[in-house]
């Protein structure tokens, strides 16, 4: 399975989230979602794969950046980035950094984690 599939199976599978969200599954996406949708909702992408280790021409170790955004109304963010960030360190992730910003209609929380990955 790709790191995309594991990311979204976990959030879809974690039965603490799901009920944060009003459309549960259906308010997470991958790569983009939609601005229809209703908030919050959340929405991952691996923005980067970059080779870290290399022995005799091969790639032996890489690192894997997933952005998570959590889009809200009014920045209320704490519970999902909770429940969020307790999926990613299952996966082996780690808190890379985070920012926020904000227009006159949404507040959107951006999240990067960060895998160091074995390649086989």
Known sequence: MSIESDVYGTFISDN???PLL???TDSIYEGIGT?????PRVVFA????????TTDDKENLK????????ITD???YDDLITH???DMHK???MFDNDNEIMDAQERTKIIRYVKLQEVQ
């Open 91 to 93: 996966l082996g992730f």
């Open 63 to 70: 690192k894997v950046t997933i952005q998570i955004s959590i």
């Open 46 to 53: 691996n923005i980067s794969t970059v080779s870290v280790l």
């Open 74 to 76: 009014d920045g209320n």
């Open 16 to 18: 603490l989230l799901l």
């Open 84 to 86: 969020i960030d307790e």
């Open 35 to 39: 601005e229809s949708a209703p908030n």
């Open 22 to 24: 009003p459309n549960g």
